[in-house]
């Protein structure tokens, strides 16, 4: 199975300021036949169902501000939210799809309001 | 509108059974695949296994084998997750999320059923 492992657990922010949250996958999750990345990113407020922010690593879904952004390939991923808004406290998962099953997450990054 | 609504919450005794169901509305039910997620007390997200809304086969998550089964019905489009023989650590919310076509992503949920098992 391939274990995702993200970092840090958690994190404050200042209002307006960048956040950086990082995922590691233990091995690739790169295909190589179509350069995709089979890696998706989660928000989850509190007592609500996960959100899809982005998949193939850098796709943002309809809907989501473009505040937020997911970059890396291979093994190594980061998601940014590059303007922290109150709305954005949550905790965020990544999760991969290259090798299933079984669909692997992360331990997700609480993200706070410094 | 595209949308999964669970059943309640449910509170059981240890070695008692639960079914909870997860009712799609606002798209054709067997085109998408259907997968649960459970998520503990103040922890992260796990995956239970998915089933194939045209076959109706199940596949599971090593450690969500034996007790826990998923199963459909078509004609109500509505996927079901049965546990048996409850434990207290099965307490968690478990989430139903359709997969998406072109990849393993989980973009609709199921607003969550609280399970609790408790004595």
């Known amino acids: 199975d391939i274990v995702m492992t993200q970092s840090p657990d958690s994190l404050a922010v200042s209002l307006g300021e960048r956040a950086t949250i990082n995922c590691k996958s233990s091995?690739?999750?790169?295909?190589?036949?179509?350069?995709?990345?089979?890696l998706a990113w989660y928000q989850q407020k509190p007592g609500q169902p996960p959100k899809l922010l982005i998949s193939?690593?850098?796709s943002r879904e309809s809907g989501v501000p473009d505040r937020f952004s997911g970059s890396g390939s291979g093994t190594d991923f980061t998601l940014t939210i590059s303007s922290l808004q109150a709305e954005d406290v949550a905790v965020y998962y990544c999760?991969?799809?290259?090798?299933?099953?079984?669909?692997?997450f992360g331990g997700g990054t609480k993200v706070e309001i410094k | 509108q595209v949308q999964l609504v669970q059943s309640g919450s449910e509170v059981k005794k240890p070695g008692a059974s639960v079914k909870v169901s997860c009712k799609a509305s606002?798209?054709?039910?067997?085109?998408?695949?259907m997968n649960w997620v459970r998520q503990a007390p103040g922890q992260g997200l796990e995956w239970v296994g998915w089933?194939?809304?045209?076959?109706?086969?199940?596949t599971y998550a090593q450690g969500f084998t034996g007790r826990f089964v998923l199963s459909l019905d078509t004609s109500v489009s509505t996927a079901y997750l049965h546990i048996t023989s409850l434990k207290a650590d099965d307490t968690a919310v478990y989430y139903c999320?359709?997969?998406?076509?072109?990849?393993?992503?989980?973009?609709?949920w199921g607003q969550g059923t609280l399970v609790t098992v408790s004595s």
């Open positions: 999320a359709r997969e998406e076509m072109t990849s393993i992503t989980l973009k609709v």
């Open positions: 606002g798209y054709t039910f067997s085109s998408y695949a």
């Open positions: 089933i194939n809304t045209r076959t109706g086969i199940p």
């Open positions: 091995q690739s999750v790169l295909y190589y036949s179509n350069r995709k990345n089979y």
């Open positions: 193939w690593a850098s």
């Open positions: 999760q991969q799809y290259y090798s299933t099953p079984p669909v692997t």
